[in-house]
């Protein structure tokens, strides 16, 4: 089967790489296996189950993905990245991935976020600029962007690129608008004990005057009884 170029790797706490295939197996079976398990530690330990090994979960501090070298030079192994899980299950299916896909491009920014990475890449390097170009000139980049995709979907690699693009673009932009609903909030509370503040001053300037003085008004001086803050200077 073309692609059987990848490993699944434990890297215990003191760096130590072990091989959990003894042969290499293709990114999209990769995946098929890993996305049954619910996070990092229950893949762990089923790996440590199954193979019958004297260790705990604990003796290891992540999971990672290497492909085999495709040069002359045997011993250079490449990380690919980490395992995908329950949660992304929806990569396997190409359909879906490509229906979001298509729904995100019109988004500028994504756009624009997503071609930048495949300008380094020498066969995708012209139609990235090209699609980067007529977004930044405010033209219509649609035409391009399909035959982009096109070229990336014809490999599972491809998809699964593509798929953990928008899931990051996603995740970013719910971190700022997390950040901005908490920044909403924060000056709300502030505008909320302002007003508390001046409620107080008005009742006590209208029924208990006597209890006031000119210091509680520093903040407030347009509403302030004294002459000093009426005073024009």
């Not at 139609?127 to 391009?144: P, Q, R, T, V």
Request: glycine share 2%.
């Amino acid at each position: 089967m073309r692609g059987e170029h990848y490993y699944l790797v434990l890297i215990g706490k003191d760096g130590t790489k072990y091989k959990v295939f003894s042969k290499p197996i293709t990114l999209r079976t990769m995946d098929e296996r890993t996305t049954k398990y619910e996070n990092k530690k229950e893949l762990i330990s089923t790996i440590l189950q199954n193979k019958k090994l004297d260790m705990k979960v604990s003796d290891f501090k992540n999971v990672e993905i290497w492909m085999e070298p495709t040069t002359k030079d045997k011993s250079t192994y490449k990380k690919e990245g980490i395992p995908l899980y329950k949660k992304d299950s929806s990569v396997l299916n190409i359909d879906s991935v490509m229906a979001k896909f298509e729904a995100m491009i019109f988004d500028r920014n994504f756009a624009l976020q997503f071609v930048k990475k495949y300008k380094n890449v020498k066969n995708f390097k012209p139609i990235a600029e090209g699609i980067e170009a007529l977004i930044k000139n405010n033209e219509d980049y649609s035409e391009l962007m399909q035959t982009f995709a096109e070229k990336l979907f014809k490999t599972y690699k491809g998809v699964r690129n593509i798929y953990l693009s928008m899931k990051n673009y996603e995740k970013t932009k719910d971190k700022k608008r997390s950040s901005s609903k908490d920044e909403t909030s924060s000056r709300q509370v502030e505008i909320d004990e302002n007003e508390i503040i001046e409620d107080r001053l008005r009742y006590l300037k209208e029924y208990e005057r006597e209890l006031l003085d000119i210091e509680d008004f520093n903040h407030h001086k347009d509403l302030s009884c004294f002459d000093e803050h009426r005073r024009i200077k």
